[in-house]
């Protein structure tokens, strides 16, 4: 029961870095990180989660749930950007909670993570498939909301998946050309779209409260149902509700800490790459999302594809072919960005004898955890392909909300147990801005639906499963100490 919560050393996780086989080039910059922050958080938030919950919970107040949700990142991002320059090792906050709060809750953390980002890319494959059928007019068999299998979610997953494997530096510059694509049109969209918008859109701002139209359960927010109160769509708790699943549009800060260890300067690039593509994406949103419902009535865009449908609503055709080309470039830079960080966690896990350590090897010659990033494709493809968009974002964002109050929690510890440490960057008010940083994460997750936690908890006993089966004997920190049978050989 010891090993459970025995701690890695920072020291110990940087000297892993240089383990001969598990060793990742070092050749990010900070402007490859920015492109990071930004490629993989503007996305599809933007271009499909702005219209779906303005439909189902917030009306044109969707611009208040995207201010409240970016709040809460924000708090999060400043936890983050300390403990990446201070600890710049791949795993994010995977190894954050090893150094702090000891091997189970790592464990814990990182397999949520796997949810986390392996979802997120499902999703936004998902996305891009909806506006490529849209721009080209596909089959609905082939592509779009109601394909299964989407083979054109499938398809994307599958190339970028190659992508990932040649190396971070070559994923980097598409994403460069990407990000550039797509703040194009996001910025397209904000200018145009301000001439075709209807005040009588807005009225009223926050539509009022009503009865879910489903008799489950299951679909209310967890904090209506402990509370007694009556399944609502809409009004302030609607506001509160879609918050809590756009916030998935917000986490591309955390996929910029999976990249510390291949950035060359860590503690001062990191932080500067989390902080400044949030700002600057989170004030995209807002304006996007106050343009595209002023356009359109907020009940017209339950789609995939609402950026789009806005423009057509307006008679604008043309403008619409424009903005799906855009969104198809732009989240593209979403999905390699995620698959990415996913690869780049679970070699983490792996390197630490917490996984098989086969999954932990380094291409010779690209630098870059080959075998993981190819699992990694091969089971977002299959997510992509076969389940629904809105249940994998509902999922995604409990994972990303759990993560960040363990990071939170982290920074406090650290902080106390090794007051020592050099920090490239440090949060302000701990431990006041970590403890709001956990209740508000910790609203936002109760705001989300019964049925998205069931699948959660299910996931997190899957997990428990592999560690005590697998993970907590195999680990190299208790093998070291004499604590568990040796680590199988790679």
């Not at 380094?362 to 494709?377: C, K, Q, Y």
């Not at 020592?420 to 994460?441: C, E, N, Q, T, Y």
Request: with cysteine.
């Amino acid at each position: 029961m010891s090993s459970l919560f025995r701690t890695k050393s920072i020291e110990q996780s940087m000297r892993d870095t240089d383990e001969p086989g598990h060793k990742l080039r070092k050749n990010l910059s900070a402007f490859d990180l920015t492109v990071f922050g930004v490629g993989v958080i503007i996305g599809t938030g933007i271009f499909v989660l702005t219209g779906q919950q303005a439909a189902r919970n917030a009306g044109p107040a969707i611009v208040l749930s995207f201010a409240l949700a970016g709040i809460v990142c924000a708090l999060a991002a400043l936890c983050y950007a300390e403990f990446a320059s201070t600890v710049p090792v791949a795993g994010s906050a995977y190894t954050f909670s090893y150094a702090t709060l000891g091997q189970f809750v790592a464990w814990v953390i990182g397999w949520d993570l796997c949810l986390e980002l392996a979802l997120g890319a499902a999703v936004v494959s998902r996305g891009w498939s909806a506006y490529l059928q849209e721009l080209f007019d596909l089959p609905s068999w082939l592509a779009g909301d109601v394909a299964r299998p989407d083979f054109g979610a499938a398809f994307i997953v599958l190339v970028l998946s190659i992508v990932a494997i040649v190396g971070a530096k070559l994923s980097g510059r598409i994403t460069g050309v990407l990000v550039i694509i797509k703040l194009a049109v996001v910025i397209f969209v904000i200018g145009l779209g301000l001439f075709f918008i209807k005040a009588a859109n807005y009225k009223p701002f926050i539509p009022a409260a009503e009865p879910s139209a489903k008799s489950s359960g299951g679909d209310a927010p967890l904090l209506q149902v402990l509370a007694g109160i009556t399944p609502q769509h809409f009004g302030w708790f609607g506001v509160v509700a879609a918050a809590s699943i756009v916030f998935f549009a917000y986490i591309g800060f955390d996929v910029v800490a999976t990249t510390a260890e291949e950035t060359a300067r860590p503690q001062r690039d990191v932080p500067r790459g989390i902080i400044g593509s949030l700002i600057i994406c989170g004030v995209l949103y807002m304006a996007v999302s106050f343009v595209v419902t002023g356009m359109a009535h907020y009940g017209d865009l339950n789609t995939a594809a609402p950026l789009a449908k806005a423009f057509d609503l307006a008679g604008q055709g043309w403008a619409a072919n424009l903005i799906s080309l855009g969104a198809v470039c732009g989240i593209t830079s979403v999905i390699l960005v995620l698959l990415v960080g996913q690869a780049r966690v679970s070699f983490a896990m792996a390197r630490d004898g917490l996984l098989p350590p086969v999954l932990a090897k380094v291409h010779p010659r690209f630098g870059t955890p080959w075998v993981m990033s190819a699992i990694t494709g091969a089971v977002v493809l299959v997510l992509a392909a076969f389940v629904p968009l809105s249940e994998l974002s509902e999922l995604t964002s409990i994972g990303t909300l759990f993560a960040f109050i363990v990071v939170s929690i982290g920074v406090v510890v650290l902080r106390r147990t090794r007051p020592d440490l050099p920090r490239g960057f440090k949060a302000p008010l701990v431990p006041v801005l970590p403890i709001v940083s956990v209740l508000a994460s910790l609203w936002l997750m109760l705001n989300l639906p019964v049925v998205t936690w069931v699948r959660f908890l299910i996931w997190m006993a899957v997990g428990l499963v592999v560690y005590f089966g697998y993970g907590m004997r195999r680990a190299k920190l208790s093998a070291e100490r004499g604590e568990a049978a040796p680590v199988e050989s790679t």
